[in-house]
């Protein structure tokens, strides 16, 4: 999950502070709290890597000194480990899938708001082995691309990205023109589009531009830039990867009128469209619930300063919004989503810093009902981040004044889930589990611990195919981690396997030397939908010399109806002769006149000829006569044919699976 370091709104905080002393405010009650770990001095960032379970915290005493650590929790026992390799860490990300954790070191400050030895540490989750990687642009926010392995680093002093590349720690440093006056504060991966987005906030309320946001695309590393009309100063940003919307947290320019809103990009169009809450000031942060389609917005205030900002709550479908309050919170500034479950959890940093009588709390919000509960640590002060274990159902809040984390149990009074299973379709099979409950036919409900991963298998009754799954699971495979109560569907289907036939448009072609020639492969679903990958290749015998082929598309997938690609083949060029032909009537009659002198030399008698030369004699000109007749043949006397046509055969192969299918076409090359 992710979390924010709130360092950009310290001004807003410190100027609605002195407002604040006026208000009475309101205490809450403990609740929930499994414990309270130290970890070191102001701790400004948290994240969850859910597969080890491990917690990740950056812990910076101050900007002056080089004196941060990151504290690794061991989530099952809460035992630490420190890694010292660090100047000020100030953010953290984890990419679940490499096992890596990125870690955005600002460094130390050199006056006048700008940094030196900033850095990004790479951190082994296996082995906490750490490796550095200098950013000496003071790296102050980092997102990870799962998919990609790409790491983002939005750089504090020359308002700028980093881009590391996961498998080698390469790294490319990517601005965008647009984004001068301003500073990158916060980033957000859409990991279907490959689109990264940063949200730039002005430097201060002299700087002209109110703020705007950079787009990089993944692929080319090449920016666009979106600017709201309405909106100043954004601090966060959250994309909804489903719809393939951005939502930016603007923070506005109180005490001027604009008391902040929401930019809500469309990803596909990168239009804009403005949402304001007339009851919020100063929205801090920003999180989507992918699955409601659900948007949540801390604010630091309300519009009556009475110091209980609050969120906004927006409706992805249609951007209508409606303002919701817990009684008990003062200054929401961060907020995580934990979609499984639809709970939404936000801190709430308090007024100690403030007005000295509010340590602060965390919000818990059902997403159903909008009702919300107060969860105070006793031992906890100004609460900053925030990031949910959803394996585990434990939350983790990093407390900067108290120099701890609050860890929070999700749980509820149930200490397991179970998994339904349902059979459908017009065949027959059965169901089983890994581990072991569910053997449907027979059982087909279990309950399972929370945490636990279970594996469905579905086997098809002989004369059965299974087709796939519904519910909790989609396609072929189902895994499930027992975080709820889950349903999921078997469907069976009684008949043949489904299955696909290849087919060339045209079995034989012709090509001149030298060209190409394209033909179509359809390939075409049997016996229902094929839903699955269809890898093509091709291959060419034949002739020497060779031909070439390839396809325009090396995967397909037909589903319901069919899909094709494009075959190419190239001949070879048309080899040079080594002479040119002699016509077969010039070829004869050189031949002739060719052994006449020969032939004439019988006849004559040389002077001086005696009796007994003359057998010596016949016999040298019977030879002058043979190696004549060799030499006409070998100097264009014989007859030159042209060059045989060539043949080839290419196989197209389709595999998937299990299965595989081939088909030939036939080519000629005059």
């Known amino acids: 999950m992710k979390s924010r370091v709130r360092n950009s709104a310290i001004e807003l905080r410190w100027f609605l502070g002195v407002v604040l002393l006026f208000f009475p405010q309101a205490r809450a009650w403990a609740q929930a709290v499994v414990s309270t770990v130290t970890v070191g001095a102001r701790p400004r960032a948290v994240s969850v890597d859910p597969v080890t379970n491990k917690v990740y915290v950056a812990v910076c005493p101050n900007f002056f000194q080089a004196s941060g650590s990151v504290a690794v929790i061991d989530g099952a026992t809460n035992a630490i480990t420190t890694i010292t390799a660090a100047r000020c860490p100030v953010a953290v990300a984890v990419n679940p899938t490499t096992d890596k954790i990125y870690v955005a070191d600002i460094g130390t400050t050199q006056g006048f708001g700008y940094f030196s030895g900033g850095s990004v540490i790479v951190i082994d989750g296996a082995t906490d082995a750490t490796t550095t990687i200098s950013d000496p642009d003071a790296p102050n926010a980092i997102a990870v691309n799962p998919v990609t392995n790409k790491i983002y680093a939005a750089n504090h002093d020359k308002s700028n990205v980093m881009i590391i590349d996961g498998d080698t720690n390469d790294t490319t440093t990517v601005a965008d023109p647009n984004a001068t006056g301003v500073r ?99 929205p801090q942060a920003v999180a989507v619930n992918q699955i409601t389609n659900k948007i949540y917005v801390a604010n630091i205030n309300d519009s009556a300063l009475t110091q209980n900002g609050g969120m906004t709550v927006i409706d992805g479908a249609t951007n ?183 087919t060339p448009a045209t079995a034989t072609l012709t090509v001149q030397r030298g060209g190409q020639m394209t033909d179509v492969i359809t390939i075409a679903p049997l016996n229902g939908s094929f839903n699955n990958a269809v890898q093509l290749t091709c291959g060419v015998t034949g002739s020497t010399p060779p031909a070439s082929c390839s396809l325009s598309s090396a995967s397909v997938t037909p589903g319901a109806s069919s899909a ?38 019988i006849g004559i008698r040389f002077p001086g000829y005696k009796p007994k030369l003359r057998s010596r004699q016949f016999w040298l000109v019977c030879c002058t006569f043979i190696v004549l007749i060799v030499l006409q043949a070998g100097c264009g006397g014989g007859n030159s044919n042209p060059p045989p046509p060539l043949n080839y055969t290419v196989t197209v192969t389709a595999t998937s699976g299990a299965i595989q299918h081939a088909t030939q076409v036939s080519i000629t090359v005059p």
């Open 184 to 282: 990158p504060v916060a980033l957000a991966v859409n990991e279907t589009t490959n689109k990264i987005y940063v949200a730039n906030k002005r430097l201060d309320s002299s700087s002209p531009p109110s703020g705007n946001v950079t787009v990089i695309d993944g692929a080319t590393n090449t920016t666009s830039t979106i600017t709201d009309p309405n909106a100043f100063s954004p601090v966060a940003i959250a994309v909804n990867p489903v719809t393939n919307k951005i939502y930016v947290a603007n923070q506005g320019n109180y005490p001027m009128a604009n008391h902040g809103n929401v930019t809500v990009i469309d990803g596909t169009a990168n239009s804009t469209t403005t949402v304001t809450d007339p009851n919020a000031l100063a």
């Open 564 to 601: 094709t690609t494009n075959l190419t083949v190239t001949a070879p060029t048309q080899t040079a002769r080594l002479m040119r032909a002699v016509p077969k009537l010039v070829g004869n009659l050189y031949a002739v006149f060719l052994a006449l002198p020969s032939i004439a030399l």
């Open 320 to 502: 209508s919004f409606s303002s919701l309050k817990d009684p008990n919170a003062i200054a929401p500034v961060a907020l995580a989503v934990d979609e499984t479950k639809n709970k939404i959890y936000v801190t709430n940093e308090g007024g100690l810093a403030l007005s000295g009588n509010d340590p602060g709390s965390v919000t818990i919000i059902d997403g159903v009902a909008n009702s919300t509960l107060t969860v105070v640590d006793q031992n906890a002060a100004a609460p900053a981040a925030v990031s949910i274990d959803a394996v585990t159902n434990h939350i983790y809040v990093a407390n900067i004044s108290s120099n701890n984390i609050t860890v929070i149990s999700g749980a509820t009074v149930s200490s397991s889930f179970s998994l339904s299973v349902t059979e459908a379709g017009s065949g027959k099979g059965t169901v089983s589990s890994n581990p072991s409950g569910i053997d449907c036919g027979s059982s087909c409900t279990a309950n399972f611990a929370v945490g636990t991963v279970v594996v469905l298998t579905a086997s098809p009754a002989s004369g059965s195919t299974f087709s796939g799954w519904s519910g909790a699971c989609s396609g072929t495979n189902c895994s499930l981690t027992m975080t709820s109560n889950e349903n999921v569907t078997a469907a069976f289907n009684a008949g043949p396997p489904p299955d696909f036939s290849l």
